[in-house]
T-cell receptor, first 115, second 114 residues
């Protein structure tokens, strides 16, 4: 089945130690998104890629970076995790055509714990 | 600016009874509206969307939503609730700019009691 895969599902890191979360997709969608979700709150969009075009949200801290080396993969790098960065990180994909309105497909998420 | 509001933090319903999860929206231009469900420690699952056309939209798992332009609402409904419907429900609207960006409501927790 076509899907969005996130690894690992659970990640523990230490305060200030860089961490990378990964996302891959078999849907061949041209848009990939990263969200942060805390304690059953609404997901907060950090940034998204349309192909290689990177779109950052204005309030996303510089501590968060992303890479999309190819269509299938996207990475979220947290350069110096703080305790406030502990959250569920969700990856999603979508097909953008310029004319239609398409839904996003979400991965299962990575729960990040910062010690 | 695009936004959605979910006025209820939690909705409680007995199994077998109809359920409604409320959502109101505020948009510039055409409203493109979505419902997603989230089970514990899982990602969001798409239920349905309204783009244009029929005001009653049918989606996955027996859910449907009614678009009401005059009341700027997009309430999620199901005729007969199941215990397995217990989850967190998010209403969303497509954002301006970007590529299929979504702006989510705060979420409503649905609890279906046996």
């Amino acid at each position: 089945d076509a899907m969005v895969i996130q690894n690992p599902r659970y990640q523990v890191t230490q305060f200030g130690k860089p961490v990378t979360l990964s996302c891959s997709q078999t849907l061949n969608h041209n848009v990939m998104y990263w969200y942060q979700q805390k304690s059953s709150q609404a997901p907060k969009l950090l940034f998204h890629y349309y192909d290689k075009d990177f779109n950052n949200e204005a309030d996303t801290p510089d501590n968060f970076q992303s890479r999309r080396p190819n269509t299938s993969f996207c990475f979220l790098d947290i350069r110096s995790p703080g305790l406030g960065d502990a959250a569920m990180y969700l990856c999603a994909t979508s097909r953008y055509t310029g004319s239609g309105v398409n839904e996003q497909f979400f991965g299962p998420g990575t729960r990040l714990t910062v010690l | 600016a695009q936004s959605v509001a979910q006025p209820e933090d939690q909705v409680n319903v007995a199994e077998g009874n109809p359920l409604t999860v409320k959502c109101t929206y505020s948009v510039s231009g055409n409203p493109y509206l979505f419902w997603y469900v989230q089970y514990p420690n899982r990602g969001l699952q798409f239920l349905l969307k309204y783009i244009t056309g029929d005001n009653l939209v049918k989606g996955s798992y027996g859910f449907e939503a009614e678009f009401n332009k005059s009341q700027t609402s997009f309430h999620l409904k199901k005729p007969s609730a199941l215990v397995s419907d217990s989850a967190l429900y998010f209403c969303a609207v497509r954002g301006l700019g970007g590529y299929n960006k979504l702006i989510f409501g705060a979420g409503t927790r649905l609890a279906v009691h046996p």
